[in-house]
């Protein structure tokens, strides 16, 4: 491998204040989730994958208000409906009533706001309802997929590494990746969905590649510069695999930019994770992972 003979920007020093700032940001997270909990009794906002019920997405072609619509909803019988503007002429409408036919509750749904709008011309965009026993399974599963995801690319990199501490530093960072896609969602008050989960998952196999990158650099120019300290070698090595990163997370952005702009509402939560899971694992690669494992490791 060729080591360019330029000089190299000190990733590292900004170590112990990368450190800080995710402490900071974990408790944020954990005090903003404890006062939803104390607030509405649930720390997140989850999708009807989760809960269970029915979820209609309508388009108006006149601005609807959604105070208006949970109103009549309840004046229908519908207990606690749930209303999530995306725009002047688009509103997600959540009922905890479960039926086969969703298209049918959506239509009705559609009827009764149609009442409060009659010159206004709603469609029905989405529609689909799901059990409370499937949604609380599909929780469970969602979360133990997410866990076994970062066992198994805990294993994997110790294997192909052959050191724990190249391990250890891979995952927190994967961790961190997770943890700030979650934060992200907590902060907008965001639905988690099984397209939030998908992004996770997503995010995580694209993080752990930079990642792997950044260590076969630092595993070969620690074999080539076996008298530099692991500090200096770790610095080369980020700066090596700097260009390629960044070019690699530019296009990804690009790419994840564009469905989140043009791709409309039904994806935009997945983008929109996807966005910031990019963003924060090519940060998370490049000032997590590598000090992580420099602080665990046996050499020095």
């Not at 891979?170 to 969602?185: E, G, N, S």
Request: charged share 15%; glycine share 8%; with cysteine.
């Amino acid at each position: 491998m060729y080591i360019a003979k330029t000089s190299n920007y000190d990733f590292l020093k900004y170590r112990y204040i990368v450190a800080c700032y995710t402490v900071l940001v974990f408790v944020g997270a954990l005090g903003l989730y404890a006062y939803h909990y104390r607030t509405r009794g649930s720390g997140f906002s989850y999708g009807v994958e989760f809960t269970g019920g029915t979820q209609v997405l309508v388009r108006s072609s006149d601005p609807i208000n959604s105070s208006v619509v949970r109103a009549a909803l309840e004046k229908q019988g519908w207990r606690g409906p749930v209303t999530r503007e995306f725009s002047d002429n688009e509103l997600l409408i959540r009922v905890g009533e479960y039926v086969n036919d969703s298209q049918g509750l959506g239509e009705k749904i559609r009827s009764i706001i149609a009442q409060e709008y009659p010159e206004s011309t709603l469609t029905i965009l989405e529609s689909e309802s799901v059990g409370p026993g499937v949604g609380a399974e599909l929780r469970s599963k969602s979360m133990r997929a997410v866990v076994i995801a970062l066992i198994a690319m805990l294993i994997y990199i110790a294997l192909t590494f052959w050191s724990w501490s190249y391990a250890l530093g891979a995952v927190v960072a994967l961790f961190h990746d997770a943890f700030i896609m979650l934060a992200f969602f907590l902060m907008l008050d965001r639905d988690i969905t099984m397209a939030f989960i998908s992004a996770v998952l997503a995010v995580l196999g694209y993080s752990i590649n930079d990642t792997i990158i950044i260590f076969s650099y630092i595993r070969e120019n620690r074999k080539k510069m076996p008298e530099k300290p692991l500090y200096d070698v770790i610095n080369i090595s980020i700066n090596q695999s700097l260009r390629r990163t960044l070019l690699t997370s530019f296009s990804t952005t690009l790419a994840v930019g564009s469905m989140l702009i043009f791709g409309g509402e039904a994806i935009r939560d997945f983008c929109s994770a996807l966005l910031v899971g990019i963003i924060f694992g090519t940060y998370s690669s490049i000032f997590m992972a590598s000090p992580v494992m420099m602080m665990v490791s046996k050499e020095k």
